[in-house]
């Protein structure tokens, strides 16, 4: 597999730490290092910017998305917040993680340790051509669970053909 040259740049306050990497050989997100100088405790409800004391140069045609590490989310109810959070292309500021923790105690966090996953992938911007109408497909109008909640075709409801808005 070939792998995307990404520039990076390790801040002060994160030059100690390691880059953000991969746990396996076939990891598809890299795991991002919180970079604070002294533990943070995000209380039940609690959300916050954590710094990761990187930056970094994507190259035109990719983003970075910042997501959820399962584990955390499963054992401490750590999410976050605006998952996937995205980075373009042309941002290079510091890669930051809102987290909020969904659980039920506080959670500490420690300065390194694995808070996220940045994962890169080719994205596409895109050109509207307005139309009046749109080819039929066998899905239609139906949104929002009309596809079925088992894996079977629908779900047993009407679906109608209203407004995605007015789908449930």
Not at 36 to 59: F, K, N, S, W, Y
Not at 110 to 139: F, H, K, M, N, Y
Request: glycine share 14%; with cysteine; net charge negative.
């Amino acid at each position: 597999m070939t792998k995307l040259s990404v520039p990076v740049q390790q801040l002060p306050h994160g030059r100690d730490l390691p880059l953000p990497g991969y746990a396996t050989a076939d990891s598809a997100g890299m795991d991002l290092l919180a970079a604070v100088a002294d533990e943070v405790t995000l209380a039940p409800g609690e959300r916050r910017l954590i710094p990761t004391g990187v930056a970094i140069a994507l190259p035109a045609g990719t983003e970075a998305q910042v997501r959820p590490r399962s584990g955390l989310a499963l054992k401490h109810g750590l999410s976050v917040l605006n998952a996937p959070g995205t980075i373009d292309a042309d941002y290079r500021g510091e890669v930051g993680v809102i987290l909020i923790n969904l659980g039920q105690a506080p959670v500490t966090l420690s300065r390194g340790e694995r808070i996220a996953q940045l994962v890169v992938a080719p994205c596409q911007q895109i050109a509207w051509q307005p139309t009046e109408s749109l080819d039929a497909s066998a899905r239609g109008t139906g949104g929002f669970g009309s596809t079925g909640l088992d894996g079977r075709e629908g779900d047993g409801r009407k679906s109608g053909a209203g407004s995605a808005a007015a789908s449930s």
